[in-house]
């Protein structure tokens, strides 16, 4: 566990959140933080991450920690070092110097939590130990997987609201997450040239990412089968032919997230129908950025997204139809099967936790269309909030060789054209926007993402 | 998940091992995989780590499998990618492939394990979704934290004896294991030059396991701060008369670990003093490993390196009196407080998830004394055994400045003459040695110890 420089700015900012939740619930809510999972043996653990509902409260990863917020007072509870924890793990800050650092109203051992739990709400946590405590002291199930119900989903409902608006100490980290993730990106192009296979490229990112006493914000992406869209393979040789697909972001020490994909050509130049095709992808990435502003539906951009790439899809005659109406019928999702993007902040996708009552606005539910179902966010946007925009192309042989699918799109598709773009298999371009007052912010501008300047930034 | 290339030798040492176990226990035993922990949302998981007494005998780093054992038949239990994951996950190997490359003799859905759990032995896993399936599906509680009763009991001693000497297909990996290790090493020495943090140096070490498509075995300890000895914190700078500490080792794709600790100076240059500290810890290195040979007892090899440190110490006048007399009050253990290695294989403390059935000989127990209390191994060594040999000096100040020691051995340290040893704080040498008929083989011998060599690495 690491305390320092906790600048009193975030005692304010903290303070700040705990006042607005307070203004949103009238009963106590308690937040576990967490415990580190065990890898092989008990002393063998993964790296503890704290809850996020946790840390944005208390801005400090604190194992083992519960708070108890009530009426914008937090109570912490926690344990002070086991005798002998010195010896293996250092001087470890104490209880009060803990809760100094938190502007905590109190501080007490964790036995005495069962004291304060009455009528409190709370959120389930991920890990199996806790949510068993929570369970048992609260004296009623709390399972991650279990919908919220009664005051616990007016508490999670509660935090949504003031975690899908970013205040400016969040701002502050989200923007180191997407410099250092920028950064990673610049170092996997560059170290492309010289990689005999995908986990060199991704060593380099990941390296930068260590180098900045970060972590990995999510499971690195770092493919030459980019169609395989949750690929967590490194295994594959490069191949001058190949398009390299990295979707890669680093996560602050605080949490905080960011979220980018970048597709390079091995060679260092594009073919001529990799070219295309990225500019295709290309083009509704732009189309998507330059039309948020305050208000506008974001499944509004997902469905202007689809709009773009149908229409390049028909101009380079691989779809044959109006755009729009091939939206209507879903074609442009043969090749375009996921969403425009989601809400990034503590988590990547962020309160994804909380299943969709973050990302659909009350009321709305998921489509069981073909092309909206994967969509994650449908909400109006509103200053403050920041989304991933990560249009793709993609080859999916389980889409394109799916029997009904086929024949349902039998001729809407040029499948003899589609043959001729076969070293295109993914490609997908992702920047982290931020929306603001008068339009938006791209957080991660400082990545190129033109053809010719990612050519120039691999380097051959 | 990856399935590529399991050799047919594998096969075959795979075989030989459920027929080694099939002559030790006359019950079936069912080993899980395991699954994977989410991490801060559902979709967002830690990497998979599959336990390592399924891994022995499966090969396969399978999710969400199960093995069955009897007689030296394999009967594995695992379900069919679900409809759709191909879309995300790409095509994946069917049930009846994977079985194939594991040579077993029969592959069901996982819906049928509970026809076949009767009178079946198993070994807890670490995660709890596991852990709670194993003790539903054989009615009775499975717990890692609660030590192994009946036939499990059993079944655990039979793993352990197998698993204590290693094969050689055990032997190829640990071997790849150790090159990736020593290779990380030698970076992490280059990289130090131009590293302002510990962080970027962790970088260096980690990007070289990183890309060999490998994992790190544990978490990484790189520090300036070396006197704490389980410090996972990076964020130090690193200053010129510092010594830098790393423990850092790498884990094959199939599980098997190594384990290396080296100390260099930042600056590219031992002080004297740190020289002096150095070659004693260098001194008890090598003597224990020169000791090492079939017969021998673990145990005396820990109190020799106590008996050269405390030599080493004396002749600096750091200690007074006579050695042998200082170990036998374990004034050794004020700067060298741990034991002087434990097993090594799947796991970095191997099978430390059984307790100290593996490491220590049926009867023994821990010692209580202050110097013996944490030897983690405790058996005869056997040829095929592989061992760390990691002696190191610390100055904890948890442990020097403790009232009651300082007292007990206020006359044996000459405090005066300590206090010139400052800029020491930790140091550990640690290398994994090979029980052969004949004596030793250091795995990690390519990564020089010397300190002139180390200096010449750090090259400034």
Chains 1, 2 share one sequence.
């Not at 070092?81 to 470890?92: D, K, N, R, T, Y």
């Not at 298999?425 to 957080?443: A, F, N, P, Q, Y």
Request: one cysteine or more.
């Amino acid at each position: 566990m690491l305390i320092q420089n906790t600048s009193s700015s975030l005692a304010d900012t903290l303070r700040h959140r705990r006042q607005k939740l307070a203004s949103l619930i009238n009963f106590p809510a308690i937040l576990w933080s967490g415990s580190s999972n065990p890898r092989n043996f008990p002393a063998n653990r993964f790296p503890f991450r704290a809850s996020s509902n946790f840390l944005y409260f208390a801005g400090l990863p604190l194992q083992n920690a519960v708070m108890r917020l009530e009426g914008g007072k937090l109570e912490l509870f926690i344990d002070d070092p086991q005798p002998g924890s010195a010896l293996w793990h250092g001087e470890m800050p104490t209880r009060e110097e803990i809760a100094q650092k938190m502007g905590a109203d109190g501080a007490r051992p964790m036995a005495e939590l069962e004291l304060w739990v009455e009528n409190a709400a709370t959120i389930a946590v991920q890990d199996a130990a806790t949510w068993t405590q929570q369970s048992q002291l609260l004296n009623r199930w709390v399972l991650p997987q279990n919908p919220p119900q009664g005051i616990d989903l007016e508490l999670t409902k509660a935090i949504a609201s003031l975690r899908l608006v970013h205040d400016e100490e969040a701002l502050i980290e989200l923007r180191k997450a997407a410099a250092v993730s920028v950064e990673a990106h610049i170092a996997g192009m560059a170290a492309t040239p010289n990689a005999r296979r995908e986990a060199e490229v991704r060593a380099a990112m990941e390296g930068v990412i260590i180098a900045h006493n970060m972590t990995t914000a999510y499971n690195s992406i770092v493919t030459v089968h980019g169609e395989v869209l949750h690929n967590e393979q490194y295994h594959h040789y490069l191949q001058p032919g190949d398009l390299l697909l990295a979707d890669v972001g680093a996560e602050t020490g605080m949490g905080w997230a960011a979220d980018i994909t970048r597709t390079w050509p091995v060679s260092g130049k594009f073919s001529s129908t990799q070219r295309d095709i990225y500019n295709v992808v290309l083009a509704a990435h732009d189309a998507c950025i330059a039309k948020i502003y305050p208000g506008v539906e974001y499944r509004e951009i997902h469905l202007l997204a689809a709009n773009v790439i149908a229409e390049g899809l028909v101009d380079l005659g691989i779809l044959q139809g109006n755009p729009q109406d091939l939206v209507e019928i879903d074609a442009h999702a043969l090749f375009f099967p996921h969403g425009i993007g989601h809400l990034l902040g503590l988590d990547v996708h962020d309160m994804e936790d909380l299943g969709d009552l973050a990302g659909y606005e009350e009321g709305r539910k998921r489509s069981d269309r073909f092309g909206l179902g994967y969509l994650r966010l449908n909400r109006p946007l509103r200053p403050g909030m920041l989304v991933t925009i990560e249009p793709g192309f993609y080859q999916v042989p389980a889409i394109l060789n799916d029997p009904q699918l086929r024949s349902k799109y039998q001729n809407v598709v040029n499948w003899e054209r589609l043959s001729e773009f076969s070293d295109v298999r993914g490609i997908r371009i992702e920047d982290d926007v931020l929306v603001t007052e008068t339009g938006s912010e791209v957080l991660t501008a400082a990545l190129p993402n033109h053809a010719n300047t990612i050519e120039d930034l691999v380097g051959c």
